[in-house]
């Protein structure tokens, strides 16, 4: 082999190398709107506590869409439309993206509610999730109305807020007790941050020190932790300026 020919060898499997690291690293996502005939289909998510679009296309008669984006580890995307003349507000939907190929196929009309995620471990444990906290949610709706309807009966409605509260602390311990028994996934530390950040330091602890190596050296691994540490430091602050006092 001449040293121009092994030259050429040699870039293209540099060319090669350097291609397939690239697509290790990349999010593929696909899918259709159905119903959506014209507007505009938008890849996004939260970039220094901004949403930003990381891609879009415009939609005239063909709601397919193609959006590939980098990332490292699952975080979350949101994948929105927007449609001309018209008043749904329901046109936003949250999702755990990864690596690789991930397929998401919904309709216009019920773009959140019908929406279906494939290819994503990490989304199928944050709907494992959102499917019982869905039922709690569910449940405090229908015991609000209940109380609505009482009226002025007093002794109904207070019995009523006692199993909302109830159902409110239920389901306020089976987020703390997901995250506890999911710490090995991306979820966990997600979910405490979004959905349980209020409460007691000792919990969050015991969360963030319970999550894999892997999950706590993540986006949301590093921002619990972060978090945890400002409170300490804030509740250590308050103490001794209560004890100087």
């Known amino acids: 082999m001449t040293f121009a020919n092994k030259t050429m060898a040699l870039t293209a499997g540099f060319l090669l190398l350097f291609a397939c690291g690239r697509k290790e690293n990349v999010m593929h996502l696909t899918g ?32 397919h869409f193609d959006f590939t984006t980098e990332i490292e580890e699952p975080e979350i995307f949101y994948l ?25 196929n919904t ?29 709690f949610r569910e449940k405090n709706l229908e015991l609000v109305t209940e109380q609505l309807k009482a009226g002025k009966d007093s002794l109904k ?3 009523l807020a006692r199993l909302a509260n109830k159902n409110t602390t239920r389901s306020y311990l089976y987020t703390l007790n997901f995250a506890l028994g999911n710490a090995d996934s991306y979820v966990a530390p997600y979910i405490a941050l979004a959905e349980v950040a209020n409460a007691r330091i000792k919990y969050l602890d015991t969360i963030n020190k319970s999550l894999s190596p892997e999950v706590a050296a993540s986006k949301y691994g590093k921002a619990l932790n972060e978090y945890i540490e400002e409170i300490k430091a804030r509740e250590k602050q308050e103490e001794k300026k209560g004890k100087e006092e």
Do not use: C, M, P
């Not at 119903?35 to 709601?63: A, C, E, F, P, R």
């Not at 449609?83 to 936003?92: C, E, G, I, L, M």
């Not at 309709?107 to 944050?126: D, I, R």
């Open 80 to 104: 929105s439309v927007t449609r001309h003349n018209s008043v749904n507000k329901d046109t936003s939907l949250l999702f755990f993206g990864e690596k690789g190929e991930i397929t998401i």
């Open 107 to 135: 309709s216009w009309n019920y773009f959140s509610a019908e929406a279906e995620v494939e290819g994503s471990e990490t989304h199928e444990k944050l709907e494992e999730y959102q499917k019982v906290i869905r039922q």
């Open 32 to 63: 259709q709107v159905e119903g959506l005939k014209k507007g505009k289909i938008y890849l996004q998510k939260v970039q220094d506590s901004t949403l930003v679009s990381l891609d879009s296309l415009i939609v005239d008669g063909n709601s």
């Open 157 to 159: 409605r207070d019995s």
